[in-house]
């Protein structure tokens, strides 16, 4: 059993900054590759990025790409999205995934964390 607990949402201006933390507890999670995904209402749930159990490979998804960076730190078994040049478009609540596949979403989720981009 694998437990995901995100933090570090919030409220920021168009062109700043957030970083995301999603702490994992059970035995499997240092094994598992670990994603982000968000959500809006009425939409299905998307892929963001992900990154291996070795905190290695790490992969994005276009609209993401050159602006978010994913990383691991596996002494603190927490997983980091650093999101930067943040757009209004990056609005969703943003949810940890274990273990994430290639783009496929593994059986396991965090409650998720709100981010709110003003114009």
């Known amino acids: 059993q694998v437990q995901l607990v995100e933090s570090g949402g919030g409220v920021v201006q168009a062109g700043g900054s957030l970083r995301l933390s999603c702490a994992g507890s059970g035995r499997a999670f240092k094994n598992y590759a670990v994603g982000w995904w968000r959500q809006t209402p009425g939409k299905e749930r998307q892929f963001v990025a992900r990154?291996?159990?070795?905190?290695?490979?790490?992969f994005y998804a276009d609209s993401v790409k050159g602006r978010f960076t994913i990383s691991r730190d596996n002494t603190k078994n927490t997983v980091y999205l650093e999101m930067n040049s943040l757009k209004p478009e990056d609005t969703a609540v943003y949810y940890c995934?274990?273990?994430?596949?290639?783009?496929?979403?593994?059986?396991?989720w965090g409650q998720g964390t709100q981010v709110t981009v003003s114009s």
């Open positions: 990154i291996n159990w070795l905190g290695k490979m790490p």
């Open positions: 995934n274990a273990p994430t596949v290639e783009m496929r979403p593994g059986d396991y």
